[in-house]
Each structure stands twice: as structure tokens, then as C-alpha cells.
């Protein structure tokens, strides 16, 4: 089987890339996907541990990284962005990537990464979308928003990358209960284990997906 070269990009602890480790290596030769670089918009995210353990080559494009702290603190959020996402491109293109996971990326990405890799980007979402997505809807963040709107029940998704901030052809949903008395680590705690399933399996579809 030809594997799919995937980059995974992070910024924090690294759950859901350790969830596509394992299955890598627990599926073995039938894993339709081979991870050739984690790359980190953020130089203290755990899961460059990870990545290190697993012998995976891994890669910093934190805004000071790639702009210098100076220009950095002196650009607005869309210039950090572009020169992030440019740093990024760079990277997998570096290692052979032909897809790329956002794995709790915080960074939205932007331009020509987004063209070179069209339709080959896929994201994670821990909501169900078009629900609790867009600017400022991420980890707890969105299970607050969650449980505020009295919401019965949550989730995740797996989506196509488009440049939009949680836009983009939907692939996969996870659904959990939320229940009465839930906090925003509750309900973590359950959609936590569907999230490791879904990337997986969504990584899995592109893949087959990109073999056609």
C-alpha cells in the first residue's frame, strides 16, 4: 500500500496526533497514512514530545520563530498569520507532505499553503459545525458556548481545511450527550475519546480519498 505522506500540525498537549501514532503503529502496513513532520505554531506545545518519542521529525513556526520577536510583537494578527502559515508550507514541502491534519492548530491558515495543498487539508473541530465555529471558538472555549446555549448534545468534526475558519466540506461527526450538570471538562472528557476516533478516521478517507 502507497501511504500517504501527512504533515500534522499543533499547538498543545498533542492528544489527537498521539491518537494517530498509535494507530500508525498498531495498524502497520495497513495504515493507508505515514506521518512525516509535526509542526507547532508554538515552541512549548507537549506534543513536539510526542512527536520526538515516535522518532518523527518535528518543526517550530511560531510567529517569533519565523518573523523574529521584534517584528512579530510589531505585526497584527493577519501578517503573523500569513508569514505562520508560509513557515509552515515550507516545512512540509521540506519533508514530502501530500496532506495535512490540524491537530488542535490554532493557527488559521492562509495563503499559498492553502492552494498547494487544496482539498488535502483536513481539520478538527470540537463541536458539531456549522454550530460553535468561527473566531474564538476553540477547547474550552467552545464547550462553554456549548453548554450555555442549553445545547442537548455535542461533539466533534472533521472537515476540509478551506481558509475559512472552520469552514469547509464537512467529513465526519462525532455525537456525545450533554448532559444537565456538565462542566467544560466533563464534556470534554467524553468528546475526548471520539475526537481520537475521528481523526483517525478521517486521515484514513482523505487518504483513500487522494489514492482515487
Do not use: W
Not at 25 to 41: H, K, N, Q, T
Request: hydrophobic fraction near 40%.
Amino acid at each position: 500500500m502507497k501511504k500517504l505522506k501527512t504533515a500534522v500540525l499543533v499547538s498543545g498537549g498533542g492528544t489527537n496526533l498521539q491518537a494517530l501514532i498509535d494507530y500508525q503503529a498498531s495498524a502497520g502496513a495497513d495504515c493507508p497514512y505515514e506521518i512525516v513532520c509535526v509542526i507547532s505554531d508554538s515552541k512549548k506545545a507537549f506534543a513536539l514530545e510526542r512527536a520526538a518519542k515516535a522518532g518523527i521529525p518535528t518543526a517550530i513556526c511560531s510567529p517569533y520563530a519565523v518573523m523574529g520577536e521584534e517584528v512579530a510583537k510589531a505585526s497584527d494578527r493577519d501578517t503573523k498569520r500569513l508569514a505562520v502559515s508560509n513557515a509552515m508550507l515550507e516545512a512540509c514541502q521540506k519533508y514530502g507532505a501530500q496532506a495535512i491534519v490540524e491537530a488542535g492548530c490554532l493557527t488559521v491558515l492562509a495563503g499559498d499553503i492553502l492552494k498547494v495543498y487544496e482539498n488535502k487539508i483536513i481539520n478538527l473541530h470540537p463541536a458539531l459545525l456549522p454550530k460553535f465555529g468561527g473566531v474564538g471558538m476553540f477547547g474550552h472555549h467552545v464547550h462553554e458556548a456549548v453548554i450555555a446555549a442549553g445545547e442537548k448534545e455535542s461533539g466533534c468534526t472533521i472537515h476540509i481545511a478551506d481558509g475559512g475558519c472552520d469552514t469547509g466540506r464537512i467529513l465526519i461527526q462525532k455525537k456525545v450527550p450533554v448532559m444537565p450538570d456538565d462542566t467544560p471538562d466533563t464534556l470534554y472528557a467524553r468528546i475526548a475519546p471520539k475526537e481520537h476516533e475521528a481523526i483517525v478516521e478521517g486521515l484514513c478517507l482523505l487518504a483513500k480519498e487522494l489514492s482515487k
